[in-house]
């Protein structure tokens, strides 16, 4: 029976619903599950990364999700045992990165870097030959002829990859940013508060997004763009280029580095309504 490949990867997914473990899935090609569990077993049972295997299961089209503690190291560990001593095993690392991921930006990467080129860089720097999930959106050229790109990746490799904080991506080094989450009005366009908190007179709604007249949208605009929210010609509203943008990104930064439960430790008394 054919099972779309989507559905392989849900149904390893439903299985994988203890948020503290983790799954690497393996498969062989023209070999069935039992032969396929007898080469692993014998290449795994004199590993001390064993000891973190909780259980081997089995999906409805004959692939083999290995269930583990979650602890990465163990985990990288069993990964590429079975990848260097099974020859044509497909292994990889299920994550539902949906739920349990962060989102990075990569950033300065030369003008004719492409995503693949990505993904590849980012395998090499975690170790990994395949197995790692991760979504790569698509790359965005920015000023001086350099791109950026968003990739959503699971938790515990954003965090790797953060702390490196730079990715050899071609010959250039790619910057790596976790994702600051900002808020921002979409009535006014301002940050700091969003729609249902808007206490300003002005509504942006209908306005262009690149010139910052009202009347049209951004796609049929002809102007030059200028953002209205510091009046300054050559960026639109949101760009990196803006003044109020980068003010509003550096404080989204630092309450983002502040832990959130200062003032129910001790250290600020004064404002502990939220506590």
């Excluded at 498969?27 to 909780?54: S, W």
């Excluded at 590429?80 to 299920?94: C, G, H, S, Y």
């Excluded at 200028?226 to 760009?239: I, Q, R, V, Y």
Aim: with cysteine.
């Amino acid at each position: 029976m054919y099972v779309p490949k989507s559905l392989q990867t849900e149904t390893v997914k439903r299985q994988l619903k203890d948020t503290n473990s983790y799954a690497i899935v393996v498969d062989k090609k023209g070999v069935d599950y039992n032969t396929l569990l007898k080469e692993v077993k014998a290449t795994l049972e004199e590993k001390e990364d064993r000891k973190a295997i909780r259980t081997v299961r089995s999906t409805r089209d004959g692939k083999m999700p290995i269930i583990t503690d979650k602890d990465q190291e163990k985990e990288q560990n069993t990964r590429k045992t079975i990848m260097e001593n099974i020859e044509e095993a497909n292994v990889r690392k299920i994550t539902n990165i949906n739920r349990n991921s962060k989102t990075l930006f990569i950033r300065n990467l030369d003008a004719t870097t492409n995503k693949e080129e990505v993904k590849r860089a980012i395998r090499r720097e975690l170790g990994d030959r395949g197995g790692i999930e991760m979504k790569v959106g698509e790359v965005r050229p920015t000023r001086n002829s350099t791109q950026t790109i968003t990739i959503m990746i699971d938790k515990d490799n954003a965090e790797t990859l953060t702390r490196k904080e730079f990715v050899i991506i071609g010959i250039v080094k790619g910057k790596i940013e976790e994702r600051v989450q900002m808020q921002r009005c979409y009535r006014c366009w301002a940050y700091g508060h969003t729609v249902s908190g808007c206490v300003e007179e002005i509504d942006r709604r209908n306005t262009c997004y690149k010139c910052g007249k009202e009347g049209h949208q951004a796609g049929q605009c002809n102007n030059e763009a200028k953002c209205p929210l510091c009046e300054k010609e050559g960026h639109t509203a949101g760009s990196s280029a803006c003044k109020m943008f980068r003010t509003a990104l550096k404080e989204a930064k630092r309450r983002a580095e502040t832990p959130q439960n200062l003032n129910c430790n001790g250290a600020n008394k004064q404002n502990t309504a939220h506590c």
